[in-house]
């Protein structure tokens, strides 16, 4: 769903200097690098990086050289690249590990060019009863009303972010957000399912897709993407 919506405001032609931040084994970063864009993988974590590596190595001369790998820190892109180096930046499945998503968002802020794209993916706050409702855990269920953290599946401690404050946010730092999407609305209980068949999973998807850009289904998703561009283009 996500590659879907990248690359709806995302095309092509001209090719772009994309950052992905928490690469992680390049999933996403692989795509674009595929679709003829210029990226950069930033990751903290060297066993990621070695695994985007092998995958990388199995890439087409032409992917593989369009791709260069960095380690460090996401909150530190100020002091890795020059501001403004980025036409589309790329944070999937980050922010919610920061107590504190302020420095982040401000080095994506200043990461990325006038007119730029970024692509934020986040747990939704407004919908983090839903999981453990679906799954008949009440007492779970009833505590996330009140909270905005939570526990993934991997049993790591995380945060949330909610709509309305995300998009407030991301307009103080001149982000104004373009569109945004639920991701997994009706899936996100049945991830360790096993995959359908072909046609089944085309008819999913596309019932995903539909809800990740309908009301109200898009705000019970498990997940938000906001894409925001910068100004002052």
């Known amino acids: 769903m996500v590659t879907r919506q990248v690359a709806a405001h995302v095309p092509d032609l001209p090719a772009r200097r994309v950052l992905d931040i928490g690469c992680g084994q390049g999933t996403q970063a692989l795509l674009s690098a595929r ?35 960095v380690r460090g820190d996401a909150t530190a892109l100020g ?16 922010l919610m590990y920061f107590a504190d998503p302020g420095p982040l968002l401000d080095a994506i802020a200043g990461a990325v060019a006038p007119g730029g794209t970024v692509s934020l993916l986040v747990r939704n706050g407004d919908a983090l009863a839903m999981r453990p409702g679906l799954l008949g855990d009440w007492e779970a ?3 996330a009303f009140e909270g905005s953290g939570y526990r993934n599946r991997l049993g790591v401690d995380a945060r949330a972010d909610r709509l309305e404050e995300l998009t407030a946010e991301l307009a103080r ?10 991701v997994r609305v009706f899936t996100d209980i049945a991830v360790h399912a096993e995959l359908p068949d072909e046609a089944t999973m085309e008819a999913v998807l596309d019932a ?19 894409v925001a ?5």
């Open 229 to 233: 561009v910068r100004g002052g283009a």
């Open 208 to 226: 995903e897709e539909r809800a990740g850009r309908t009301d109200p289904y898009r705000h019970v998703a498990a997940l938000l993407h906001l």
């Open 141 to 143: 269920a009833n505590a």
């Open 79 to 94: 002091s890795l690249f020059p501001a403004g180096s980025f036409d589309v930046v790329l944070c999937h499945g980050v």
């Open 35 to 69: 679709r003829g864009h210029s990226v950069t993988g930033l990751d903290t974590s060297e066993q990621l990086l070695d695994d985007f590596r092998a995958a990388l190595a199995a890439e087409p001369e032409n992917v593989r050289e369009r791709v260069r790998l």
């Open 173 to 182: 730092r001149d982000l104004a957000v373009a569109q945004w999407y639920g």
